[in-house]
């Protein structure tokens, strides 16, 4: 019932939407508010489209979750009712089995090295997952990676995190990753963090610096240490739908111009980040580099016993960290 009265909030929202000139207009939807880099990097896509198809074709971006939350943008579009939607791997985690893989602990050494992953041809290969599910990849957008922040210490080795308390989303994988490490997790709303850390019911929390900058989580908690625990890729992708409904040139043109933003999404992320570092240090917070992740790493087999079960996942595992 809920996703049916979205669609029918959807279908009126585009119905009022002049498409002007265009022969064809793509509808694109995102959780994120405007400005945001991936928001900004399917604008910048639609230009590119726009100009290289002669103003045939347009894409119109739609923000802030005013097409419906991620769940149901992705839902649409599997049925036709978008053309595209940005979407993080999460739900598609019970979906797309590979997805689950790319979003363990410390799978990635570093966001190059997701870059070069999921560019490649394992990139290519999770890709039929989602062709599977009627969702054409137009490219892999870059999710930041989260990091450890805490009021109490710098955190430079993993026996620092020993029974110390940190707020983590509701995700079974995340509570055992902390309990690998030593720590405690304690899943809690996004919300209740701030007052949480500034009360001690928490020691702290993770995400990435823009997130940490801009919930002012680094008020309360001083100490951020970059570990990257979690390097997420996010996917950029089109309904099978809409994508059969274009000639062979027209769908050439609109995956170049998707891969062709890749690059610049990842450039603008750079850039957010690069801010919210320079404003958290300013205010007095330190950023934690020089750790070793080996032991980091090493504590997450388990982890990666309990959820990477099939000979299939095993050998993704073993490519992606072969990846170079």
């Keep these: 019932m809920k996703f049916m009265k979205t669609l029918l909030v959807t279908s009126a929202i585009l119905a009022g939407t002049a498409a002007g000139a265009c022969e064809i207009t793509l509808r694109s939807a995102d959780t994120h508010p405007a400005g945001y880099p ?38 649409q579009t599997q049925f036709g009712v978008l053309d595209m939607v940005r979407a993080s791997f999460g739900p598609f985690n019970n979906l797309v089995p590979e997805t689950q893989v790319v979003s363990l602990p410390y799978i990635f050494r570093s966001p ?117 625990h979690l390097i997420m890729p996010e996917v950029l992708a089109m309904s099978k739908t809409s994508w059969d409904k274009l000639s062979a040139e027209d769908q050439a043109l609109v995956a170049q111009a998707g891969k062709d933003s890749v690059p610049v999404m990842r450039e603008l992320w750079s850039a957010k980040v690069k801010e919210s570092e320079e404003k958290v240090l300013a205010s007095g917070a330190e950023i ?26 095993q050998d993704l595992v073993s490519r992606i960290k072969a990846t170079e």
């Design 112 to 228: 190059d090295h997701m870059h070069k992953v999921m560019d490649g041809p394992i990139g290519e290969e999770i890709a039929k997952g989602f062709a599977a599910h009627d969702l054409v990849v137009l490219g892999y957008y870059d999710g930041g990676a989260r990091s450890f922040y805490n009021s109490q210490k710098p955190i430079t080795k993993i026996e620092d995190l020993a029974g110390m308390k940190f707020r983590v989303m509701q995700s079974d994988v995340f509570v055992d990753m902390m309990a690998a490490l030593g720590a405690n997790a304690t899943p809690m709303p996004y919300g209740e963090v701030y007052s949480s850390i500034q009360t001690g019911v928490i020691d702290g929390a993770e995400n990435n610096p823009p997130s940490y900058d801009t919930s002012g989580h680094f008020e309360v908690a001083k100490y951020y240490t970059l570990d990257e």
């Design 288 to 313: 934690i580099r020089d750790i070793d992740k080996g032991p980091f790493i090493a504590a997450m087999e388990p982890v990666y016993a309990k959820y990477v079960t099939t000979p299939e996942l």
């Design 38 to 75: 991936t928001v900004e990097a399917v604008k910048w896509m639609g230009a590119q489209v726009k100009e290289r198809s002669g103003g045939r074709i347009c894409i119109e971006v739609f923000a802030a979750s005013e097409l419906g939350e991620e769940k149901d943008a992705i839902e």
